[in-house]
């Protein structure tokens, strides 16, 4: 018998999230059943929710930064048992058999993942629903260990905001005495300067708002560089080993690949809606190289979990409860936010 469970959601691209009900299914011998503590709000729920991107169906529950209480766990399960902490991100299936799947980075399957919400299970046929919902049941290949001694509230964020920074990162070699530069201080900006710090970069913030200098620098920015002013950037010329750029909103990549030393690598997170000019100059002329990333596989969202529990590392976070989600909704279009709401589930119950 599925279980009947309360969420929030949204029936249409207008309409704004309100209680609900959706349906769990049991969880089979490789699944494993969870209640939802905390479900951090990141802006593509939004995008989503409001079929900003094309491809909503309703009813949607959003939500894919989801850490909770194991309930019950199928007779396979082997990472987690009943009463641990487990997390789920933006993946609840792939194909399991594609080049992508077998080296770990399930997010890139040929075949398209199932995502946690506004997707379905690999059935093709089943929709999934997000954590704005105080129960879910995910295969355990998808799911992660919480490490002990992390606030759980402020956890919920790795699972998509961390993760997309901290596998940059890693990726193009982060390490110590690396210069490295964070474009824009968000959700996503925020984790890149705590993550990169904590692998002893020394970071180098830049923002369009003078106001977010003591910010930047309390959560471990070395340097700020307000980049109204051309000459700014233009002074760090050739400087930089690593830049993470974060920002959605349109803005000129030469410009920030010009202070990449040679052999360089940019990596664009944030994903602006219109196409940009980038000249063959700037990647020629000392090798750069200029990236995309998304989120991460499961393997290495554990190993940026684990990282998290050493370094004690969390999102600075707003927490709220689910009935304030549309308001929340509206300050994140504001920015106006420090860094992350996290919905506390309690709410809901
Ligand atoms: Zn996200
Ligand atoms: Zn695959």
Same mark, same amino acid.
């Given at each position: 018998m599925p279980t009947t469970t309360p969420a929030f959601a949204t029936s249409s691209a207008t309409a704004p999230l309100a209680a609900s009900t959706i349906e769990r299914r049991d969880p089979g011998p490789n699944d494993v059943a969870i209640d939802v503590l905390f479900c951090g709000v990141c802006h593509s729920d939004?995008?989503? @929710?409001?079929?900003?991107?094309?491809? @909503?169906?309703?009813?949607?529950?959003?939500g894919h930064e989801i850490v909770g209480r194991v309930t019950k766990v199928g007779a396979n399960v082997k990472k987690l048992a009943v009463g641990d902490l487990a997390g789920v991100g933006c993946m609840v299936g792939s194909c399991g058999e594609c080049p992508a799947c077998k080296s770990g980075s399930e997010q890139y399957c040929i075949k398209g993942c199932a995502q946690t919400y506004n997707s379905t299970e690999m059935d093709r046929k089943t929709p999934t629903y997000g954590g704005y919902s105080t129960h879910v049941v995910v295969a355990e290949s998808f799911t992660l260990k919480i490490p002990a001694g992390l606030d759980p509230a402020g956890a919920a964020p790795l699972l998509c905001a961390g993760i997309?920074?901290? @596998?940059?990162?890693?990726?193009?070699?982060?390490?110590? $005495?690396?210069?490295?530069?964070?474009?824009?201080?968000? $959700?996503?900006?925020?984790?890149?300067?705590?993550? @990169?710090?904590?692998? $002893?970069?020394?970071?180098?913030?830049?923002?369009?708002?003078?106001?977010?200098?003591a910010d930047a620098r309390r959560l471990g920015a070395s340097n700020f560089v307000v980049t109204k002013d051309p000459a700014n950037l233009a002074k760090l010329a050739g400087s930089l080993d690593l830049i993470i750029d974060t920002v959605s909103a349109a803005h000129d990549y030469n410009a920030y690949l010009a202070m990449l030393r040679a052999k360089g690598t940019m990596v664009l997170v944030g994903a602006p809606p219109e196409p940009s000019a980038v000249s063959c100059f700037s990647l020629i002329m000392g090798g750069k190289r200029l990236v995309g990333s998304m989120i991460g596989g499961v393997p290495e969202t554990q190993e940026m979990l684990d990282h998290c529990g050493k370094h004690k590392i969390v999102s600075d976070i707003e927490l709220i409860p689910i009935q304030k989600i549309n308001e929340a909704y509206e300050r994140m279009i504001k920015a106006d936010v420090k860094y992350r709401f996290v919905v506390d589930l309690g709410s809901l119950r």
């Open positions: 939004i995008h989503q @929710a409001r079929n900003e991107w094309g491809n @909503a169906t309703y009813p949607m529950v959003p997309t920074t901290y @596998a940059p990162l890693r990726e193009y070699g982060c390490k110590k $005495g690396d210069r490295v530069g964070v474009v824009g201080l968000g $959700g996503l900006g925020h984790m890149a300067v705590k993550l @990169a710090a904590s692998m $002893g970069a020394e970071v180098t913030l830049f923002s369009s708002s003078p106001s977010k200098e």
